[in-house]
């Protein structure tokens, strides 16, 4: 059984900073891709950040100069740090991994969010 918990949400001023993390537990063989998500309301999730097993990233356009993702593949812990806040950044961030447990076969995986508000 795999979990992905996150952590290091919560209130921000625009112009601040918030450092998200997500450790990734349980049966696990290996770590591939791993990411961040948000979701506003009344919004569709949308990919914020990505990086591979190997260092490679890509951002949403919405975010790339501000945010900058980066993971501990010792610890299977993926974090967002995020600078420059602007309240159009307010939504539940979720992580997502694609992990191979004790079967060898890939599934993804959720955290269960993490809420960020940043207030004007």
């Known amino acids: 059984q795999v979990q992905l918990v996150e952590s290091g949400g919560g209130l921000a001023k625009t112009g601040g900073s918030l450092r998200l993390s997500c450790a990734a537990s349980?049966?696990?063989?290996?770590?591939?891709?791993m990411g961040w998500y948000r979701q506003a309301p009344g919004k569709q999730r949308e990919l914020v950040a990505a990086?591979?097993?190997?260092?490679?990233?890509n951002y949403a356009d919405s975010v790339k100069g501000r945010f900058t993702i980066s993971r501990d593949n010792a610890k299977n812990t993926v974090y967002l740090q995020m600078n420059s806040l602007k309240p159009e950044d307010t939504a539940v961030y979720y992580c997502?991994?694609?992990?191979?447990?004790?079967?060898?076969?890939?599934?993804?995986?959720w955290g269960q969010g993490t809420q960020v508000t940043v207030s004007s």
């Open positions: 997502n991994a694609d992990i191979a447990g004790r079967t060898r076969i890939t599934y993804a995986y």
């Open positions: 349980g049966s696990i063989f290996r770590v591939n891709a």
């Open positions: 990086i591979t097993s190997g260092g490679s990233t």
